[in-house]
Structure formats: structure tokens, C-alpha cells
């Protein structure tokens, strides 16, 4: 599965600032967990293919709450390659499950939301903005704080020298300077209104104003 690891990586780093602004007005748009379920809400499933894919997908978390309990104790190697088997297994075993009307719907569908994911990642900083109420100066020293980390962790990825756990430990130590310039640039007010809009985006709540 190529590219896995620096997706989880770039996926915890930018999830600090992120969370935030996802989960600021969760009603803007659908979460992004919601919309595996309604595109085969769309495919007209019929009750046999349901119960197999719920099988299918059952299966499917047990495996990735298994796997991200022992990421501790093994390489990152053997996490990707673990990882790389888990969803190879789940997509032949989806595969099977649909026709291949299904399957052209279900591609499409996941094409066009991708793009209207990375359409709303614009407006991102925005919402942080009027959730934290940020003034310009911050939101210009946040902005600027995502930007030098994201260098940061592209360049890490670029660079073949390192091993992909060296690149790990980096990642770790790149997000931990993320919170830290945070905690900096907001107000003690602010910075708790954030690690509350973080604690429920993770649990899927919505935050009260």
C-alpha cells in the first residue's frame, strides 16, 4: 500500500489543527465516517449483500483495533505490511460481494467526494478562526505554524537517509512542536476550547458554543 505511513503521519500531525476546524460546524457538512455507509446506502444492496457486508466490515475494525494495539511493538515495517494485507483482504472480499454496476457507482461516488473534501479544506482555517475567535494575527501565526510543520514532515518523508522508524520518532517530535506553537499563539481561554472541540471531534460530539 503505497505511501501509508506518511498518510497516517500527515494524518495525526494535521489532525491538531484539523479536528478543530472539522468539528467547529459539524453541520456544514457530512463526517467523513458517515460517508462510506451512505454511498452503499446508494448501491441498492440488497438483504443478502448487507449481511455480508456487515460481516465484511465487522471483521474489517476488528483486524485495524488489533493491528493499532500492537503498532508499539512492532516496526513500522511490519505495520505497513500488515496494514497493506488488512485492506487488500477487505477490497477482494468487498469486490466479491458487489456486481460490477455496484462497483463503478461505489468508485464514482468515493472520486466525487474527495474532491469535495479537499474543496473544504479552504475553508478549514476560517471556521477555526470564528470557533476560537482568533484575530487575524493569530490565525496568520497558526497558518504559518501548519505551514513550517508540514515542510517539515515533507521533507522528513523525501528523505531517503532515514529509516521509517527514524522517520516516526520525527513525526512524533514534529507534532508535539505543533501543539506547543498552539499553545503559544492562543490564550489560556482558547486553548482549552480547542482541546475540548479535539476531545469531541474524536468521539463524534457536537461542541457547545
Same mark, same amino acid.
Given at each position: 500500500?503505497?505511501?501509508?505511513?506518511?498518510?497516517?503521519? %500527515?494524518?495525526?500531525?494535521?489532525?491538531?489543527? *484539523?479536528?478543530?476546524?472539522?468539528?467547529? %460546524?459539524?453541520?456544514?457538512?457530512?463526517?467523513?465516517?458517515?460517508?462510506?455507509?451512505?454511498?452503499? *446506502?446508494?448501491?441498492?444492496?440488497?438483504?443478502?449483500?448487507?449481511?455480508?457486508?456487515? $460481516?465484511?466490515?465487522?471483521?474489517?475494525?476488528?483486524? #485495524?483495533?488489533? %493491528?493499532?494495539?500492537?503498532?508499539?511493538?512492532?516496526? $513500522?515495517?511490519?505495520?505497513? /505490511?500488515? #496494514? *497493506?494485507?488488512?485492506?487488500?483482504?477487505?477490497?477482494?472480499? $468487498?469486490?466479491? $460481494?458487489?456486481?460490477?454496476?455496484?462497483?463503478? /457507482?461505489?468508485?464514482?461516488?468515493?472520486?466525487?467526494?474527495?474532491?469535495?473534501?479537499?474543496?473544504?479544506?479552504?475553508?478549514?482555517?476560517?471556521?477555526?478562526?470564528?470557533?476560537?475567535?482568533?484575530?487575524?494575527?493569530?490565525?496568520?501565526?497558526?497558518?504559518?505554524?501548519?505551514?513550517?510543520?508540514?515542510?517539515?514532515?515533507?521533507?522528513?518523508?523525501?528523505?531517503?537517509?532515514?529509516?521509517?522508524?527514524?522517520?516516526?520518532? %520525527?513525526?512524533?517530535?514534529?507534532?508535539?512542536?505543533?501543539?506547543?506553537?498552539?499553545?503559544?499563539?492562543?490564550?489560556?481561554?482558547?486553548?482549552?476550547?480547542?482541546?475540548?472541540?479535539?476531545?469531541?471531534?474524536?468521539?463524534?460530539?457536537?461542541?457547545?458554543?
Amino acid at each position: 500500500m503505497k505511501r501509508v505511513f506518511i498518510g497516517m503521519a %500527515l494524518a495525526a500531525f494535521v489532525a491538531t489543527t *484539523a479536528c478543530a476546524q472539522d468539528q467547529s %460546524l459539524s453541520n456544514d457538512r457530512p463526517k467523513m465516517h458517515h460517508h462510506r455507509g451512505d454511498a452503499l *446506502a446508494q448501491l441498492n444492496l440488497t438483504d443478502d449483500q448487507k449481511n455480508e457486508m456487515k $460481516v465484511i466490515n465487522d471483521d474489517f475494525k476488528q483486524q #485495524m483495533t488489533d %493491528l493499532k494495539k500492537s503498532e508499539d511493538k512492532i516496526t $513500522v515495517t511490519e505495520w505497513k /505490511s500488515k #496494514m *497493506a494485507t488488512i485492506r487488500k483482504d477487505h477490497h477482494a472480499k $468487498v469486490d466479491k $460481494v458487489l456486481t460490477d454496476e455496484q462497483k463503478a /457507482s461505489l468508485k464514482k461516488m468515493h472520486k466525487d467526494h474527495g474532491k469535495g473534501f479537499r474543496q473544504d479544506k479552504h475553508n478549514r482555517m476560517d471556521r477555526m478562526k470564528k470557533e476560537l475567535n482568533l484575530t487575524d494575527e493569530q490565525t496568520a501565526a497558526i497558518q504559518k505554524n501548519f505551514d513550517e510543520g508540514m515542510q517539515k514532515m515533507k521533507a522528513t518523508h523525501d528523505d531517503k537517509t532515514l529509516t521509517d522508524d527514524q522517520k516516526k520518532a %520525527l513525526f512524533k517530535t514534529y507534532h508535539y512542536q505543533q501543539e506547543e506553537g498552539l499553545k503559544k499563539i492562543l490564550t489560556p481561554d482558547q486553548w482549552n476550547k480547542f482541546q475540548e472541540l479535539k476531545k469531541n471531534h474524536r468521539h463524534g460530539k457536537p461542541v457547545q458554543s
